[in-house]
């Protein structure tokens, strides 16, 4: 992608993303986001074919961003300057999800929420099973994979909602330690 159609793109994302903080969804139309991003309807169809690809698209960028980096150790993103990178892939996690990068902790408590955490509980179930599940498991033995991942991953978004609704008053640190105390006695 050339950088004309990366600006169109990211004017798209922005658009859409200003618009889903304002209302839900299903309500947005595709002439209000051409209109937000001030582009032309054939401008929009050359990236998307319709409003449903846009959310994958947003959803599939803003989580693969945050994932990715939090399982890449080497990946800093200006976050430890100070200090050494946690050793916990989830407070890495936590910490990108502070520092709200694309505004991803107002889309998982927009009125769209059910929406993103679907997709971000989807994101997340590729790396509890490659980080925990499939290292770290020496109970619970009898019980699926999928299971454990599926329970593991509600968890920790369960956690973030209820971090958002507590006006983000712990640290990503004491969350992690939270986190790590309720999910490492079943693995």
Same mark, same amino acid.
């Given at each position: ?18 618009? /889903?903080?304002?209302?839900?969804? @299903? ?25 449903? %690809?846009? /959310? ?25 300057? @100070?200090? %050494? ?14 520092? @709200? ?6 889309? /998982? ?7 993103? /955490? ?27 994979? %999928?299971?454990?991942? @599926? ?6 978004? #369960? ?24 999910? #490492?006695?079943?693995?």
């Amino acid at each position: 992608m050339d950088r004309r159609q990366q600006k169109t793109r990211e004017a798209i994302f922005h658009a859409f993303s200003t618009l /889903l903080e304002k209302k839900s969804y @299903n309500h947005i139309t595709v002439q209000e986001i051409l209109d937000t991003a001030n582009i032309g309807r054939s401008t929009f169809y050359a990236h998307f074919e319709t409003k449903d %690809e846009l /959310l994958n698209a947003v959803c599939k960028e803003l989580f693969e961003h945050i994932i990715d980096s939090a399982m890449d150790k080497t990946h800093i993103h200006g976050l430890y300057s @100070n200090e %050494e990178m946690p050793q916990s892939v989830f407070c890495h996690l936590l910490q990108h999800l502070q520092e @709200n990068d694309n505004n991803i902790l107002g889309l /998982l408590s927009c009125e769209s929420s059910e929406i993103f /955490l679907r997709y971000f509980k989807d994101s997340l179930n590729e790396l509890v099973q490659t980080q925990f599940v499939n290292h770290n498991r020496k109970r619970n033995q009898d019980l699926p994979q %999928e299971f454990l991942v @599926n329970h593991i991953s509600g968890s920790f978004v #369960e956690m973030v909602l209820w971090w958002l609704k507590d006006k983000k008053k712990h640290t990503p640190e004491e969350l992690d330690y939270y986190f790590r105390a309720v999910i #490492e006695p079943i693995l």
